[in-house]
């Protein structure tokens, strides 16, 4: 069984900084990239940044230049920094890292996520 914990959210003012992090434990054979998601209720999970292996980091385009997912590898725990925030970065952020629990495939397992409020 997998667990994953994302920690970091909460109220943060326009123009403002926050740092969320995400760690998994539990029967990891393997990870092969580690993601970063987010969803506003009654719309779809949006993916907002992906941090694979091989060490490439990708983003979305409404976050380009302005949130940076990090970490030494995809194994620990791994950081998304998010800068210069707007009220539509607002927010339940979900981290989903792509593990293969010892069935031989890679299996997104997500957190419970964390609420970012970007708010005056």
């Known amino acids: 069984q997998v667990h994953v914990v994302e920690s970091g959210g909460g109220l943060v003012q326009p123009g403002g900084s926050q740092i969320l992090s995400c760690a998994a434990t539990g029967r990891i054979v393997a990870v092969n990239a580690v993601a970063w998601y987010r969803q506003v209720r009654g719309n779809r999970r949006e993916i907002v940044a992906r941090f694979t292996k091989k060490g490439q980091r990708l983003y979305g385009e409404s976050v380009e230049g302005r949130f940076t997912i990090s970490g030494d590898n995809v194994e620990n725990t791994t950081y998304l920094q998010m800068s210069s925030l707007k009220p539509e970065d607002s927010a339940v952020y979900y981290c989903?890292?792509?593990?293969?629990?010892?069935?031989?495939?890679?299996?997104?397992?997500w957190g419970q996520g964390t609420q970012v409020t970007v708010a005056s």
């Open positions: 989903g890292p792509e593990i293969d629990d010892g069935a031989g495939s890679w299996q997104i397992f």
